[in-house]
C-alpha cells in the first residue's frame, strides 16, 4: 500500500523559516511529479510548488522567491523550504505525488495527511 508521510510544519512567527519533508513508501514502479498545496477553511486546495521527475518546477506566485522546492529521487522524498513566512502563510499543507502503482493502469494521485503551519506573533 502506497503512502506518503509528511514531516515537518508547526508555528513560527513571521519572518521565520519551516522545511517539510514528504515521503513515499510502499510498492510501487515509479514517481513521477511531485507537489506541496495547501487549504484554508472556506477555500479550495491550491497549490504551491511542484517538481518533476527531472527537476523543472513550478511556483504559485505567492511564494516565488521565499519557498523551494526540491526532491530525492533515490529517497522518493520531497521536500518544501519556507522562508520569509507571513500569516497569509498560514494553512494546512499538503503532498502529492504521481505514482505508478501497477504497470498499464498508468500513475495515480497519492496525497499525504496534511500539516498545519501557522504564522503569528
Known amino acids: 500500500q502506497v503512502q506518503l508521510v509528511e514531516s515537518g510544519g508547526g508555528l513560527v512567527q513571521p519572518g521565520g523559516s519551516l522545511r517539510f519533508s514528504c515521503a513515499a513508501s510502499?510498492?510501487?514502479?515509479?514517481?513521477?511529479?511531485m507537489g506541496w498545496y495547501r487549504q484554508t477553511p472556506g477555500k479550495e486546495r491550491e497549490l504551491v510548488a511542484v517538481?518533476?521527475?527531472?527537476?523543472?518546477?513550478t511556483y504559485a506566485d505567492s511564494v516565488k522567491g521565499r519557498f523551494t522546492i526540491s526532491r530525492v529521487n533515490a529517497k522518493n522524498t520531497v521536500y518544501l523550504q519556507m522562508n520569509s513566512l507571513k500569516p497569509e502563510d498560514t494553512a494546512v499543507y499538503y503532498c502529492?505525488?504521481?505514482?505508478?502503482?501497477?504497470?498499464?493502469?498508468?500513475?495515480?494521485?497519492?496525497w499525504g495527511q496534511g500539516t498545519p503551519v501557522t504564522v503569528s506573533s
Open positions: 510502499g510498492a510501487f514502479f515509479s514517481i513521477n511529479a
Open positions: 517538481i518533476s521527475r527531472s527537476g523543472s518546477t
Open positions: 502529492k505525488a504521481e505514482i505508478l502503482v501497477y504497470i498499464g493502469n498508468g500513475y495515480s494521485d497519492y
